[in-house]
Nanobody, 122 residues
Framework: QVHLVESGGGLVQAGGSLRLSCAAS????????MGWFRQAPGKERESVAA????????YYADSAKGRFTISRDNAKNTVYLQMNSLKPEDTAVYYC???????????????WGQGTQVTVSS
């Protein structure tokens, strides 16, 4: 079982930056692949980025490429999402997720956090 808690969301102007953090409980964090998803009002939840257990494999949705960076610190049981050049269309609830395999981390993860709101004003 993995318990995930996101933080770092908020209100930012277009062009600004935010760094989301996701703290995980448990002693097996390093064995999980991690992902970030988002859900905008009236839209389906979508994958944003993912990272395997070592950080050696990364996935980004087209919308995130070149602007977002996912990283992890296994010593701190934390995964991050650095978001730069934010746009109003990035407004959504962002969810952290853990998966037992890398491929599931950006598709069908096993555990979810409660989400953190990101609002980008124009």
């Amino acid at each position: 079982q993995v318990h995930l808690v996101e933080s770092g969301g908020g209100l930012v102007q277009a062009g600004g930056s935010l760094r989301l953090s996701c703290a995980a409980s448990g002693r097996t964090f390093s064995s999980y692949a991690m992902g970030w998803f988002r859900q905008a009002p009236g839209k389906e939840r979508e994958s944003v980025a993912a990272i395997n257990w070592s950080g050696g494999s990364l996935y980004y949705a087209d919308s995130a490429k070149g602007r977002f960076t996912i990283s992890r610190d296994n010593a701190k049981n934390t995964v991050y999402l650095q978001m730069n050049s934010l746009k109003p269309e990035d407004t959504a609830v962002y969810y952290c997720a853990a998966a037992r395999s890398y491929s599931r981390s950006y598709s069908y993860p096993d555990y979810w956090g409660q989400g953190t709101q990101v609002t980008v004003s124009s």
